[in-house]
């Protein structure tokens, strides 16, 4: 608690934040003596005193739709009033215009292999039934009719052989007659047994074989196909995007209010967005804040952020008007320290309070975040204290001299301490012990050796 106490105090000197406090009868506190000071009860406000920006709690975000990067070419000025329907920003179009007419060529070309790939899964339909019903039939019909008449042949060639043997028998004819006529008969035989063989072929291997290679011509065909359309709608999707890119490359307001430039980071001396400047997609390019719900964005010292806490009362100092407020929010997670921060931690804290005319986001306000406040405590100037190894510890003038107090500090501002044990209300402290007290020129001498 002691050592909150004095960081309280060297706030001010490190210029972190200002501790601010209210004490009744300041003036009758000056003692006689330039050097003392007589103790009194009191009231004691510890308040912390930061400057802060307004902005909006409910800001409309633009942004930027296209992808990739972008050229602004023209951009709203901030700060303008708007009516639904007005340009806020256009982006350069070029090089989106040269991807539609080539998306548009490349659609065409794809519907061109649709439509061919299309008929060509028909026409490897076609060839299977035409297949099955037409040139099968008309082959089994043709190695048929062979059969028949090789059967036929055959029969006849059996008649014939028949009759010659009779003849030989009778010696009307010649054995070269009987072997011609055996001959045939053979040649009958043969050929009706090829034409069966034929017929047995063509049903079971032949008409398979064939079936197998126009399914397969048709399945590569319908692969084909679908590919051929799959590549078609990818084609007819990015002219789609592109043309709706196209559109997103002009901005216009869709209501009416105020349009700002969004916040920049901390260390860069130009904005982000303006004529010229390159974004990217998702990118917030303007903003239009809600001027009914305003509120403060302060940083907090890390000394301090742990007493901050929501629902604190506030006061806003906005356009020399004082406001009341509240601390609605405390970042749990602390801003980066950097070299354009002075090294210096802190966290973010929003202050809230009743809208008012004529806010604008951006505008400077003095936020004092009250942290504590006491009623009838005892309280000692901070100037009359020093802090030790020991504590804290101050001198009190008495009638035999000057005596030497330590104190138990509960808490204080950068100008009073609340002492809870040490001295008592009416009692006489020396102010400045460093320049009036060489005891305390010592007791402070030595705790920085000892650190």
């Known amino acids: 608690m002691k050592a909150a106490v004095f960081i309280l105090v060297a706030l001010t000197s490190v210029g972190f934040a200002t501790m601010s406090y209210f004490l009744p009868g300041e003036s009758e506190l000056i003692a006689d003596s330039g050097a003392l000071h007589t103790v009194t009860r009191g009231e004691l406000v510890v308040s912390l005193t930061e400057l802060g920006t307004l902005e909006s709690s409910n800001n409309t975000e633009i942004k930027c739709r296209v992808r990739g990067d972008s050229t ?28 539609i007419s080539e998306r548009t060529k490349f659609y065409h070309l794809a519907e061109s292999q649709v439509a061919r790939s299309a008929a060509d899964v028909e026409r490897s339909r076609l060839a299977i039934s035409e297949y099955e019903e037409g040139r099968f039939v008309s082959q089994l019909a043709a190695l048929q009719k062979n059969l028949a008449v090789a059967e036929s042949r055959l029969l006849n060639a059996r008649n014939r052989l028949k009759h010659s043997k009779m003849l030989s ?5 010649s054995d070269l007659e009987l072997e011609e006529k055996e001959f045939t008969l053979s040649q009958a035989e043969l050929t009706v047994k090829l034409t069966k063989t034929e017929i047995d072929v063509l049903q079971n291997f032949t008409k398979k074989e064939e079936l197998v ?8 065909a319908e692969a084909t196909h679908k590919a051929n359309v799959e590549q078609a709608l990818a084609d007819k999707n990015r002219l789609d995007r592109a043309k709706e890119e196209l559109g997103y490359c002009t901005i216009l307001a869709k209501r009416s209010g105020l349009v700002i430039y969004p916040t920049g980071e901390e260390w860069k001396n130009a904005p982000e967005i303006e004529e010229g400047a390159t974004v990217r ?21 890390e000394s301090v952020v742990k007493r901050v806490t929501i629902g604190m009362k506030a006061n806003v100092t906005l356009n ?67 802090e030790t190894e020991s504590g804290f510890a101050c001198w009190v003038q008495q009638q035999t001299g000057r005596e030497r107090r330590s104190l138990e500090i509960e808490d204080g501002n950068n100008m009073f301490l609340l002492v809870r044990s040490g001295i008592t209300a009416g009692e ?20 920085i050796r000892n650190d």
């Open 428 to 447: 006489q402290v020396i102010l400045d012990p460093l320049a009036n007290v060489p005891d305390a020129q010592i007791e402070v001498a030595q705790t």
């Open 72 to 99: 602004i070419t023209f951009v709203i000025e901030s700060g303008t009033e708007v009516e639904a329907g007005d340009l806020l920003v256009k982006l350069e179009t070029l090089a989106i215009e040269e991807e």
């Open 169 to 173: 028998r009778s010696e009307y004819a």
């Open 281 to 301: 997609k998702d990118q917030i390019l303007l903003l239009m804040p809600d001027l009914t719900q305003m509120q403060i964005k302060v940083g907090v010292h």
């Open 320 to 386: 020399r008007k004082l406001l009341p407020a509240e601390v609605t929010y405390v970042a749990s997670v602390a801003k980066p320290a950097s070299w354009w921060t002075g090294n210096v931690v802190k966290y973010d804290a929003l202050v809230s309070f009743p809208p008012e005319n004529g806010m604008r986001p951006g505008m400077s306000a003095e936020v004092e975040i009250v942290i504590a406040q006491y009623d009838d405590e005892v309280v000692v100037p901070a100037a009359a204290c020093i």
């Open 213 to 220: 290679r126009l399914r397969g011509e048709l399945k590569s």
